[in-house]
């Protein structure tokens, strides 16, 4: 079965940085993508960032571009979202969840309903 383990949240001031983890197992291949998703209390989960691990390849919503950035440990199975200038309305429920690696930068890269496997959330929490 495949396992999305997500840590790192926490509570920091605004402006500050986290570093968000998703440890993977269980695929069948080593070719898969990772996606990061939140949701804030009252809103819809929405997508963060996601990158195809073959192709190194990366998608990021508006709203974090340039101060979120997703990498990936192909030897660890881990992937990590780096968080910098967060911002209070970054507060949410952060969820990683896997599929396969043209999940990620298509046109549903940023829509949950099409993810198949997710791990539970981590809180982040910032504030003002």
């Known amino acids: 079965d495949v396992q999305l383990q997500a840590s790192g949240g926490g509570l920091v001031q605004a402006g500050g940085s986290l570093r968000l983890s998703c440890a993977a197992s269980?695929?069948?291949?080593?070719?898969?993508?990772i996606g990061w998703f939140r949701q804030a209390p009252g809103k819809e989960r929405e997508g963060v960032s996601c990158?195809?691990?073959?192709?190194?390849?990366?998608y990021y919503a508006d709203s974090v571009k340039g101060r979120f950035t997703i990498s990936t440990d192909n030897a660890k199975n881990t992937v990590y979202l780096q968080m910098n200038s967060l911002k209070s309305e970054d507060t949410a429920v952060y969820y990683c969840?896997?599929?396969?690696?043209?999940?990620?930068?298509?046109?549903?890269?940023?829509?949950?309903?099409?993810?198949?496997?997710w791990g539970q959330g981590t809180l982040v929490t910032v504030s003002s």
């Open positions: 990158i195809n691990r073959s192709a190194n390849t990366a």
């Open positions: 269980g695929f069948t291949s080593d070719d898969f993508a």
């Open positions: 969840a896997g599929d396969t690696p043209w999940r990620c930068g298509g046109t549903s890269s940023a829509r949950a309903s099409f993810w198949v496997h």
